[in-house]
């Protein structure tokens, strides 16, 4: 037993030691020569242990750590037992399996496993009642009928001509309803497909029912050019342009006579980008002209106007 009249005062520490049989505290060094000194050599390490002391000196030594640096001439030194390792308890591998296995087999298990039995029952009875249903229709019913359009083609190349067939007649009924026949128009190609409608170039090289396409025709008709080739075409009256606001240019490119003042036969030049086809001159300073697409509807179009109507009278080509 160490008698604690003879240990120095430790602040309170004693507790720590009771009738515990530690030691009394180590004494430090106090020159970096008599901390070497205090080392092991070599040769002591190398030194292996005999018998039981080889066994005990495979122990790891035991952790001692100063629980107190108050003092620096003495220090209080607390020796702890390395943790004992843990025992594992024999079964726990096999629990562990087992419980591995019933999550495996409760998530392989079919949803409607886990399904009340009377619901199976109830959906077995439903089927099996729906199954000898029958169905009636009463006779007042009308089965409703898919309408068909006009067309009915069985290739692209029938079904463009189906269209053209269809814009076609309407372009002739619309015609006769206009009375232009009444009227005085004989242009060949009125219910021809316009470019808006998909139409292409007359034998005229102008496309079909715009005013250039008429009053070409009109100049042939007057040189007595009724069918092809004609005399007159796109290549001999406009080559420098087809639009009604480059035949001023084509005329003069040509080298034929224009002037202010009508005469028939003449094409009215407008300004705008339209031309009309002189019929007449009224002598009471109004001429009576006609044309097409006047009113963008590519319908023939008779009417009287003053003569300076138009801004240029391009004189029929020489002959």
Avoid at 21 to 30: E, F, N, R
Avoid at 139 to 151: C, E, M, P
Avoid at 159 to 173: F, P
Wanted: net charge positive; hydrophobic share 35%; charged share 20%.
């Amino acid at each position: 037993m160490v008698d604690s009249q003879n240990v120095p005062a430790r602040d309170g520490l004693d507790h720590l030691f009771g009738d515990r049989g530690l030691a009394a505290p180590l004494s430090q060094p106090t020159t970096r020569r008599e901390a070497l000194e205090a080392l092991p050599s070599r040769r002591d390490l190398r030194k292996k242990p005999k018998g039981r002391a080889r066994k005990s000196a495979s122990k790891p030594p035991a952790f001692v750590q100063p629980v107190d640096s108050a003092y620096p001439s003495t220090r209080v030194i607390v020796v702890r037992q390395a943790a004992k390792p843990l025992k594992k308890k024999r079964g726990s591998g096999f629990l562990t399996i087992l419980a591995v296995l019933g999550l495996f087999g409760s998530v392989a298990l079919p949803a409607y496993a886990m399904a009340p039995q009377a619901d199976a029952n109830n959906l077995a009875a439903d089927v099996a009642a729906k199954t000898d249903v029958a169905l009636t229709v009463s006779d007042d019913v009308a089965l409703a009928t898919t309408a068909r359009g006009s067309f009915q083609a069985t290739t692209a190349s029938d079904l463009k001509n189906q269209k053209r067939t269809a814009y076609m007649a309407a372009n002739y009924e619309a015609y006769i309803a206009s009375g232009a026949r009444e009227r005085g128009d004989d242009y060949p190609w009125f219910s021809e497909l316009s470019n808006n409608q998909g139409g292409g170039l007359s034998p005229l090289n102008y496309f079909y029912r715009e005013c250039v396409d008429f009053v070409a025709w009109r100049i042939n008709r007057d040189a007595g050019s009724f069918t092809a080739p004609f005399k007159y075409t796109w290549a001999t009256l406009t080559p420098t342009g087809g639009n009604a606001y480059q035949w001023k240019s084509a005329w003069r490119h040509n080298g034929w006579e224009s002037s202010t003042t009508p005469v028939a036969g003449a094409v009215a030049w407008y300004s705008y980008g339209h031309i009309a086809y002189v019929k007449s001159v009224n002598g009471d300073g109004t001429i009576t002209v006609e044309d097409y697409n006047q009113s963008g509807m590519h319908m023939y179009d008779i009417r009287t106007v003053a003569e300076n109507d138009a801004q240029l009278y391009l004189y029929p080509p020489p002959r």
